[in-house]
Each structure stands twice: as structure tokens, then as C-alpha cells.
């Protein structure tokens, strides 16, 4: 958020003392998911346990269900947003749902995944935040989320996101309100997205040089 000095004023603008200044944040890579990525979405959520699995859809669905699932995504309606490692593995994804083709009278519903291992990162905020902000550039006003009550984790993101969390026995429903697009987020989202595909690339090429080395390295083992 940009600080701007009232008009008319001479005062300098205030900032807070060095010790309670925040941290910048580490940028994380998030980058949108298209059809070419359907197979490592289908793979990223076998890969979550039952319980893991129970929290993202509500029950603990089968491989069968989660293959009917990512066969029946629409990537030219939806958003879909992921995180991948160095071994270009989705170690975390993003669903956003829209009610309907014409975003701007549209509401959006989020869904999220991260494996374990890379839990603890933030990784579940930086998607809610990133789809926020998508949804908000394509003139959604409403975004909800529909959360078990025990996954107390999701809820708090939501809340802390200014959403008004509405609890109806196991399950409870996140209703957030999104400010208009401006020109500042939008070309956030258009920098990230960049940034984003720039470090999936470096990822890709890294791995197909780890790949070539091996290979080199096996050879080089049997001629020897």
C-alpha cells in the first residue's frame, strides 16, 4: 500500500520506528496453470494422505475421484494457480471457481492443496492472496470459501483477509467482499505472473541439465 502525504500539508510523512518495521516478504512463484499442466495437478493431489485430502474436498476422495476431478477442470473458465520446487514438483495449488463465463457478474469460490513437506511456508496465504487478486482484476466482487470448521488454518487466512466466516455445524463458509481493480494491482499480478513464469523456466532448464548430468555421469561410470 503506497503512502501518500495529505494535500496541502507540509508535514514529512511518518514511518514506523526501525524495530517495529516488518520484513519484506520472500517472494514465492506462483504462476497460472494451464491444460499442458493437468497430469502434475491430477499427481499433486494424489499425493495428499486421506486427512489431506478430506480437508480439501470436504471427504476423503479416491484416486478415481480426484482423476474425474482434474479431467473435468476448466481452464478456460476457472483460474488454476500452482507452486512447483526444483524438481519442478506442484508442491502446492490453487483452485478458483467461477459461477458463471461472465467474470464481472461472476462470484468465485477457492479451493487449496499444499503437500506436507512444504507446509509451514505460507504457501496456502500466498495462493489465497494471489487468487484474491485475480479475482479482483476480473471485476469479481464476492469470493467464498467453503471450509471444514476443524481446518482452523484456512479459516484464519480468510478472516485475516477481511472475510465474514459464517459457521453451519463441521463445515463453514468464508464470504469475502473484493475492493475494485486498480492499476497498481494489476500490474502486480502482471509482474508476478512474469516473474512467476521466468522462474519455471530456470527451474526447467536446471532440471534438464541435473538430467543430462546423470546421464553423462552413467556413462562416463560404465566406459570407465
Given at each position: 500500500?503506497?503512502?501518500?502525504?495529505?494535500?496541502?500539508?507540509?508535514a514529512?510523512?511518518?514511518?514506523?520506528?526501525?524495530?517495529?518495521?516488518?520484513?519484506?516478504?520472500?517472494?514465492?512463484?506462483?504462476?497460472?496453470?494451464?491444460?499442458?499442466?493437468?497430469g502434475?495437478?491430477?499427481a499433486?493431489?494424489?499425493?495428499?494422505?486421506?486427512?489431506?485430502?478430506?480437508?480439501?474436498?470436504?471427504?476423503?476422495?479416491?484416486?478415481?475421484?480426484?482423476?474425474?476431478y482434474?479431467?473435468d477442470?476448466?481452464f478456460e473458465?476457472?483460474?488454476?494457480?500452482?507452486?512447483?520446487?526444483?524438481r519442478l514438483e506442484?508442491?502446492?495449488?490453487?483452485?478458483?471457481?467461477?459461477?458463471?463465463?461472465?467474470?464481472k457478474?461472476?462470484a468465485?469460490?477457492?479451493?487449496?492443496?499444499?503437500?506436507a513437506p512444504a507446509?509451514g511456508?505460507?504457501?496456502?496465504?500466498?495462493?489465497?492472496?494471489?487468487?484474491?487478486?485475480?479475482?479482483?482484476n476480473?471485476?469479481?466482487?464476492?469470493?467464498?470459501?467453503?471450509?471444514?470448521?476443524?481446518?482452523?488454518?484456512m479459516?484464519?487466512?480468510?478472516?485475516?483477509a477481511?472475510a465474514?466466516?459464517?459457521?453451519?455445524?463441521?463445515?463453514?463458509?468464508?464470504?469475502?467482499?473484493?475492493?475494485p481493480?486498480?492499476v497498481?494491482?494489476?500490474?502486480?499480478?502482471?509482474?508476478?505472473e512474469?516473474l512467476?513464469l521466468?522462474?519455471?523456466?530456470i527451474?526447467?532448464?536446471?532440471h534438464?541439465?541435473?538430467?543430462?548430468?546423470?546421464?553423462?555421469?552413467?556413462?562416463w561410470?560404465?566406459?570407465?
Amino acid at each position: 500500500m503506497e503512502l501518500q502525504q495529505p494535500p496541502n500539508s507540509g508535514a514529512p510523512l511518518q514511518m514506523d520506528p526501525p524495530e517495529r518495521q516488518k520484513k519484506p516478504d520472500v517472494v514465492v512463484p506462483i504462476r497460472s496453470l494451464g491444460q499442458n499442466h493437468r497430469g502434475r495437478i491430477c499427481a499433486h493431489l494424489k499425493a495428499l494422505n486421506t486427512h489431506d485430502r478430506y480437508y480439501r474436498f470436504g471427504f476423503p476422495a479416491t484416486d478415481a475421484q480426484i482423476e474425474r476431478y482434474t479431467g473435468d477442470l476448466n481452464f478456460e473458465r476457472d483460474e488454476i494457480f500452482g507452486i512447483y520446487n526444483r524438481r519442478l514438483e506442484l508442491i502446492a495449488t490453487a483452485h478458483l471457481a467461477y459461477s458463471s463465463e461472465d467474470r464481472k457478474n461472476a462470484a468465485s469460490e477457492f479451493g487449496v492443496s499444499v503437500l506436507a513437506p512444504a507446509r509451514g511456508r505460507g504457501f496456502g496465504k500466498r495462493l489465497f492472496e494471489r487468487a484474491m487478486m485475480h479475482a479482483r482484476n476480473e471485476g469479481v466482487q464476492t469470493m467464498f470459501l467453503h471450509v471444514l470448521s476443524e481446518n482452523t488454518i484456512m479459516l484464519r487466512i480468510a478472516r485475516k483477509a477481511g472475510a465474514k466466516v459464517v459457521r453451519d455445524g463441521s463445515e463453514s463458509e468464508a464470504h469475502l467482499h473484493l475492493p475494485p481493480a486498480t492499476v497498481n494491482s494489476q500490474i502486480t499480478e502482471m509482474v508476478e505472473e512474469h516473474l512467476a513464469l521466468a522462474n519455471y523456466q530456470i527451474k526447467v532448464q536446471a532440471h534438464q541439465f541435473r538430467s543430462w548430468l546423470d546421464r553423462f555421469d552413467g556413462g562416463w561410470r560404465k566406459s570407465g
